[in-house]
């Protein structure tokens, strides 16, 4: 599957989809961008099970705000509606490779068991009146 345009009107929906998201937010005067693009493109033909989601700032800036996209390129990793990997900086095939190995092979019930936990720690209980995104 090749890449696919993420505008702020698809953004919410397609990290929410099932399995994994992968998003690039970049720019076509930023040269870092330009040289990982192919690579990006690359790993997208290679995953075919895998939303690759190319994101342009200056079109799309709302949606970089709305991100704190302060770098670009920057890649952010979803699986099941979970960010699990936020890193400014172009990365080399080989470690966008590993990177889609480890989100493959994690195990989603234990992070989401996790991420209640960590919630739960804080002392806030969720109930009525409670108006922050979960």
Sequence with gaps: MATVEITGENFQQTIEKGGIV?????????????????????????????????????????LAGAAQIQAIPTLMLFRDGVLLFRESGALPAAAL??????????????????????????GHQHGPGCNHDH
């Design 22 to 62: 992968l998003l690039d937010f970049w720019a076509a005067w930023c040269g870092p961008c330009r040289v990982f693009a192919p690579v990006f493109e690359k790993a997208s033909e290679a995953h075919a099970d895998i939303v690759f989601g190319k994101i342009d700032t200056e079109a799309q800036q709302e």
């Design 97 to 122: 490779e590993e990177l889609v190995t480890q989100a493959k092979a994690l195990d989603m019930t234990k992070v989401k068991e996790e991420i209640k936990a960590h919630e739960g720690a804080g």
